[in-house]
């Protein structure tokens, strides 16, 4: 199911034009989840289409990652590039969003999972 909606998530955000991604934010989370069947039923099935609908595509989602320094103890992480911060934000605000964040909650540890928003990095002139 979660091949399904990332395909279709993909498919989606490939139609975006190139002035749509001008100025591109990026949804950075680093989740601990406790458990996959209701993340995944009840919460990414509504999320990844609010993401779509609000011009996100994700470009990442992996239970594993290679740590190459540090330590990360997280089971889920995902970046979804949205094309402007006001996209970001109103896929966040939205109602179909927020609707679902009990969801997430109630599938993961809130304690040392987190979302944050960041923009494209610009190097300096």
Known sequence: MFKKLI????????LMTVAALADPVYLVAT???TDW????SDY?????PAIVGAGGEVL???????VVEGSYDHNWTVVVKF???????GFYRSPEYQAVIPA????TNTDTSVLMVA???????
Do not use: C, W
């Open 7 to 14: 395909t279709a998530a993909a498919l989606s955000t490939s």
């Open 31 to 33: 989740v601990s989840v």
């Open 37 to 40: 069947d209701k993340y995944m």
């Open 44 to 48: 990414a099935s509504i999320a990844i």
């Open 60 to 66: 990442v989602g992996a239970q594993e990652v290679s």
């Open 83 to 89: 094309p402007s911060a006001d996209a970001a934000n």
């Open 104 to 107: 997430r909650h109630a599938a």
């Open 119 to 125: 923009p494209q990095f610009t190097p300096p002139s």
